[in-house]
């Protein structure tokens, strides 16, 4: 049985202020067939502070109030999950993470027998970083390298990034028309990993360099990561179910490939 995570954006889970139901409905759908495939999957899902932020619009700029965010739209996400997740028979389950648990081992293995053994019992683990506690030295502050954390230390065989960009490109394309889409990259530049972050959306905060960041970290550990689109989710379908790389960006260390 191979073991997954699919880390999705906040702006694949947001539309107009709100939560895009339809997009996470598909997204619980692609799960389910996922697990008829004989796929274990642990979902990492952004989208609490915005979800807060449709019950109470507060000032997000501030740390302070992005806390108080999460608390209130954390809640209610799950709860969206529990209803979809519930229609295909399935259930699911919270797990909340600081980076400082990563620091420890002790922490680590307790979480990993948690992990295991919802993912035992057929329950979809839902991660998300503790956005009300998790601040300064505690905080990744993205769930782009905290997923790929969870992917490694809970020894997934993939990680696949849902986005709203469909691929790695060799220049923003939002910016540039031209931009080439990378299908396989085995290695990524110094100065690639230490560009500026570039958020697409108000309640993102990790853009295209958290991404490649958490692709090195896996490739450095022997394991691969996938980016593919979350507003459309053929490709992620196709490489996953029928084994077919058609669109995307496979990100696999050099000894693999
Ligand atoms: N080389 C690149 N390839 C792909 N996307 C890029 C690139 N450079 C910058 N970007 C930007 O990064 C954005 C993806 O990051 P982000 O908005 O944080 O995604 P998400 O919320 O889905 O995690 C894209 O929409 C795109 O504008
Ligand atoms: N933990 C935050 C996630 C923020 C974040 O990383 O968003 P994104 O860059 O869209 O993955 C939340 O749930 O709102």
């Known amino acids: 049985m191979k073991r997954i995570v699919i880390k999705v954006g906040s702006h694949i889970l947001t539309e107009d202020g709100s939560i895009a139901r339809e997009r996470m409905m598909a997204l619980v759908g692609l799960i389910a067939d996922l697990k008829k495939h004989s796929y274990e999957v642990a979902l990492v899902s952004s989208g609490a502070v915005a979800a807060g932020y449709t019950q109470l619009p507060l000032d997000r ?9 999460a608390a209130i739209g954390q809640p209610l996400l799950l709860k ?49 970083e503790n956005d009300t506690v998790s601040i300064e030295e505690l905080v990744f502050g993205d769930n782009d390298r905290l997923s790929a954390h969870v992917a490694h230390y809970f020894d997934a065989d993939i990680l696949v990034i849902l986005s709203d ?93």
Do not use: W
């Open 61 to 69: 700029k501030k740390i302070a109030n992005r806390q108080a965010l």
């Open 80 to 128: 969206m999950y529990q209803e979809k997740f519930a229609k295909f028979g399935l259930l699911c389950s919270q797990v909340l993470f600081s980076a400082d648990v990563f620091e420890s081992d002790k922490h680590v293995s307790h979480a990993k027998v948690a992990i295991d053994t919802l993912l035992a019992n057929n329950v979809v683990p839902i991660i998300n």
């Open 165 to 257: 960009i469909d691929a790695l490109y060799d220049k923003d394309p939002n910016c540039h028309k031209d931009a080439k889409r990378r299908a396989v990259v085995n290695e990524i530049e110094e100065e690639e990993l230490a560009a500026e972050h570039t958020p697409n959306n108000e309640f993102a905060t990790g853009g295209i360099v958290t991404k490649l960041q958490a692709a090195d970290f896996l490739m450095n550990h022997d394991r691969e990561m996938f980016l593919a689109s979350g507003f459309d989710l053929t490709d992620v379908r196709a490489f996953l179910i029928e084994g077919v790389h058609k669109g995307g960006t496979l990100f696999t260390p050099t000894t693999r490939s």
